[in-house]
């Protein structure tokens, strides 16, 4: 298969190389991803400055690679529309440095690089490691692979992607893979005040995780369980079963 | 009613002065905005640097306004926790200068600022001028208001929003509202490739809007029909009806 892998680390991060590195032994690989952390840039895309794109080394490997200055979205677009002669088989997104659960899936370069490969009609995946410390990209990795074996044989509908989160344990610990939904994400004392040297107020935003009571099908459930969870999504953000109520409101001009 | 204001074309655009001064007549207005142009920032936020504010004085008016250097969605998480003293009772972000309708709103920095004051519980609506040229902003200020109106008396449910764009003419020729699904927009030819002065390639995201069939129902059809649109919408991304569908691929570790 003809695989494009992106990120929202950087082009740098341990992820993307051990992502990327594992998929080049059976497929061939084009990593085309953004040259600096870019995280939590939602689906940004930009368009108020050109972006540039540069052929690079890819660590110890022959992969094709190029970064770009850009969000994970732009490198996708750039990536189909400008770089690659054509359209990928397969995108996949990671692995992520943290997790991309719940509603905190909006907030993610990650899957938002996926879902612009959906957007373009090419099969996508997202993946996370769903924690922070002493990470074993390998497993994601070795997930990763099997999940392509699974794309080899499946497909998904247009217009969807899946979003995948590895648990914070050591291989055998994890107890399986599970479908799941979406789970809710809320945070408390989001903002952390600070004074400058110069007597100005800033903020950095912060938060602790409030740990609602989440649905037993959920991402986030699951994760805390120590399995796999796989969340199909789409992005028709349309609430079908609101229209017959707004129509009631009987809006005139 | 107390009203949060913020768009995504900065604090010092014609679309917020409008709709702020015109809720102002009758309610009590904050506006809480990006300091510069922020658009198709999508659901970005600031995680790597801190954000700062400063109160400003909002053109000829007293409302009480703050400017961040931070996205749309900064700024409605800011406010609600750092810098208003009370939750408002409805946030409006908008005025935008241009459509933001079908698949394009993942992109909006406006309506991914509703959409972060629908994440706080608070009853959220964006709205757009579905054009660029010569801007009648009062006609989307005036209907600002009626939907205020609306809100008065009706609500919407936890976790959705409305989206709302104004047709490209003039008011009389406005054939009325209509409660509309988010049509499908896809673009050709997105990338424009120049060099620069000393022979670098760099890449402008242009892109020319491919009309594709659209659904009756869906916003972009209403728009083109002259009536103004009015999209419920919401932020689970769960594609509920796929997850049997990957149930049977039967994924292992």
């Given at each position: 298969?003809?695989?494009?892998v ?8 341990e992820g993307i190389?051990?992502?990327a ?9 084009f990593?085309v ?6 995280s939590a ?13 540069q052929k690079?080394?890819f660590?110890?490997?022959d992969i094709?690679?190029?970064?770009v200055?850009?969000t994970p ?11 690659l002669n054509?359209?990928?088989?397969l995108?996949i997104?990671g692995?992520?440095?943290g ?9 993610s370069?990650?899957v938002?690089a996926?879902?612009?490969g959906a957007i373009h009609?090419i ?5 996370s490691?769903?924690y922070?410390?002493n990470?074993?990209?390998?497993i994601?990795?070795?997930f ?11 497909s998904?509908?247009?217009n969807t992607?899946l979003n ?11 107890g399986g893979?599970k479908?799941t939904?979406?789970g ?10 600070r004074?400058?040297?110069r007597?100005?107020?800033y903020?950095w935003l912060?938060?602790d995780?409030i740990?609602?009571?989440q649905n037993e099908?959920?991402d ?5 369980d120590?399995y796999?969870?796989?969340t ?16 009631k409101?009987n809006?005139r001009?």
């Amino acid at each position: 298969m003809n695989i494009l892998v992106t990120n929202d680390d950087g082009i740098f991060a341990e992820g993307i190389y051990k992502l990327a590195k594992v998929l080049s032994k059976k497929h061939k690989v084009f990593v085309v991803a953004p040259d600096r952390q870019r995280s939590a840039t939602g689906h940004a895309i930009t368009m108020h400055h050109p972006l540039r794109t540069q052929k690079m080394k890819f660590f110890d490997t022959d992969i094709e690679a190029w970064s770009v200055d850009g969000t994970p979205s732009d490198c996708i677009k750039l990536a189909i529309e400008a770089i690659l002669n054509e359209k990928p088989d397969l995108i996949i997104s990671g692995i992520n440095d943290g997790p991309n659960l719940g509603t905190d899936v909006l907030y993610s370069g990650t899957v938002s690089a996926a879902m612009e490969g959906a957007i373009h009609g090419i099969q996508s995946m997202a993946i996370s490691m769903a924690y922070t410390k002493n990470i074993d990209y390998n497993i994601g990795a070795e997930f990763a692979s099997k999940m392509v074996e699974k794309f080899k044989e499946n497909s998904i509908p247009e217009n969807t992607l899946l979003n995948i989160n590895i648990p914070d344990c050591k291989k055998n610990d994890i107890g399986g893979v599970k479908i799941t939904t979406l789970g809710v994400r809320r945070y408390k004392n989001s903002f952390i005040k600070r004074i400058d040297p110069r007597g100005q107020v800033y903020y950095w935003l912060g938060g602790d995780i409030i740990d609602e009571a989440q649905n037993e099908s959920s991402d986030i459930k699951c994760i805390k369980d120590k399995y796999i969870s796989v969340t199909p999504i789409h992005y028709d953000l349309t609430k079908y079963d609101l229209i017959e109520t707004i129509e009631k409101w009987n809006i005139r001009i």
